[in-house]
């Protein structure tokens, strides 16, 4: 009868085993760590994708879509490792080795390790369904807590996204706003509520995160961003702005800052029953002015706050953004640059239309003419 000690003898003959120093030759090659998640807590090797050996042969095609890279799998001593080079090479891989003695020949040999960062358990359970999740898991979730998004508005975009992105985990919120909550915001505006009619609006939406998830900081600006404030404020550093601004003065002024700050917008409008999401990344896609070079003359503006608007549409339309935000925050999945994404509630449609950067835009064009900021005056389409 073959007794585990055979099995693995046997096993090390047909596959390759590699000491340290053999295996950093190796160019290119994928370090792929077997052991469980608390050993990989305990320090890993630098440079190493943690797939437990148990989900080894259900995710090694995602994180080596390539059969002919060079891979080194490790594991604490070099048994489970070696049973993982035989089963990859089962899978199709062409270059694979088990590092000898693993990790503790390697620590005892005072080669580099990292400690991971790690969740705490609290946090653990708090995220469990973003943990459960591989494009996201510890690192992406990590990523989020690291994230800093800045809303410009807590009124019926930033709503929907601040209460979103508080539960997400995302670390940090800045949200700009000089408003008052008065009775005609709680249609829509959902972070808001009667507890805190006639209190700003950010420290209402402040209240609100913090009672929702103590881990988001939430830097409020209760002012109104101008030409004069967006520079500092945009200097606190942010990795990207969601604008639910409902004005053009505004999303001008957040455009340009944008461009010249090279942060990533998330945009969002509304009007009545029509919602529009799209990200302008600078660089990579279109700007607003890109769109629409200049604000539309007074009698062709579609829309103040007055102009009426479903109240859930702002909240289709803001987790739409805040989708966008995740997804940018985490490094996953494919962002809507240079794709407007249109949804009509009344019809309940979704259209998409491409967009794309203007050469001659007067901001992220070749040639630029408009280089400094520009206070438009508010006007409404009455
Ligand atoms: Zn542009």
């Known amino acids: 009868m073959t007794t585990y000690r055979d099995l693995l003898a046997q096993t090390k003959t047909e596959i390759s085993e590699l000491d340290a120093r053999d295996?950093?030759?190796?160019?290119?090659?994928?370090?792929?760590?077997?052991?469980?998640?608390?050993?990989?807590?305990?320090?890993?090797?630098?440079?190493?994708?943690?797939?437990?050996?148990?989900?080894?042969?259900?995710?090694?095609?995602?994180?080596?879509?390539?059969?002919?890279?060079?891979?080194?799998?490790?594991?604490?001593?070099?048994?489970?490792?070696?049973?993982?080079?035989?089963?990859?090479?089962?899978?199709?891989?062409?270059?694979?080795?088990?590092?000898?003695?693993?990790?503790?020949?390697?620590?005892?040999?005072?080669?580099?390790?990292?400690?991971?960062?790690t969740l705490s358990p609290e946090k653990r359970t708090r995220y469990s369904r973003h943990l459960l999740i591989p494009e996201i898991g510890e690192e992406?979730?990590?990523?989020?807590?690291?994230?800093?998004?800045?809303?410009?508005?807590?009124?019926?975009?930033?709503?929907?996204?601040?209460?979103?992105?508080?539960?997400?985990?995302?670390?940090?919120?800045?949200?700009?706003?000089?408003?008052?909550?008065?009775?005609?915001?709680?249609?829509?505006?959902?972070?808001?509520?009667?507890?805190t009619l006639g209190t700003p609006k950010v420290d209402?939406?402040?209240?609100?995160?913090?009672?929702?998830?103590?881990?988001?900081?939430?830097?409020?600006?209760?002012?109104?961003?101008?030409?004069?404030?967006?520079?500092?404020?945009?200097?606190?550093?942010?990795?990207?702005?969601?604008?639910?601004?409902?004005?053009f003065p505004t999303r001008y002024l957040v455009n340009d800052a944008s461009v010249w700050h090279d942060i990533p917008v998330v945009h969002g409008s509304i009007y009545r029953f029509e919602g529009q999401v799209t990200v302008f990344k600078p660089k990579d896609g279109p700007c607003y002015r890109c769109l629409f070079p200049e604000p539309p003359p007074p009698e062709l503006a579609p829309s103040c706050s007055e102009g009426g608007v479903l109240g859930v549409l702002p909240g289709i339309v803001g987790t739409l953004q805040t989708n966008e935000a995740i997804k940018l925050a985490a490094g996953i999945g494919e962002p809507l640059v240079g794709r407007l994404l249109l949804f009509d509630a009344l019809s309940t449609e979704f259209n998409e239309v491409r967009i794309e950067r203007n050469p001659q835009c007067p901001v992220c064009g070749d040639h630029p003419t408009i280089t400094s900021y520009i206070d438009y005056v508010e006007f409404c389409a009455r």
């Open 204 to 247: 209402s939406a402040k209240r609100t995160i913090n009672a929702l998830n103590p881990d988001v900081e939430v830097i409020g600006y209760r002012e109104r961003l101008t030409s004069e404030n967006i520079d500092r404020i945009l200097d606190d550093g942010w990795d990207m702005i969601l604008d639910g601004a409902d004005n």
């Open 140 to 195: 992406g979730q990590l990523k989020l807590l690291d994230s800093r998004v800045l809303l410009i508005g807590a009124g019926g975009l930033g709503s929907p996204a601040a209460l979103y992105l508080a539960a997400a985990g995302v670390g940090t919120l800045g949200i700009i706003d000089a408003d008052i909550v008065d009775e005609t915001n709680l249609q829509r505006q959902i972070v808001h509520s009667l507890d």
């Open 23 to 117: 295996a950093q030759e190796l160019g290119g090659a994928a370090w792929i760590d077997v052991r469980e998640l608390d050993e990989w807590q305990e320090g890993h090797l630098p440079g190493a994708v943690h797939i437990p050996r148990g989900f080894l042969e259900s995710r090694i095609e995602a994180a080596v879509p390539d059969k002919e890279q060079p891979v080194v799998l490790y594991c604490a001593s070099a048994a489970r490792s070696a049973f993982a080079a035989k089963s990859l090479q089962g899978l199709g891989y062409e270059n694979v080795h088990s590092l000898a003695g693993g990790f503790t020949d390697w620590k005892r040999n005072g080669l580099e390790i990292v400690m991971p960062r």
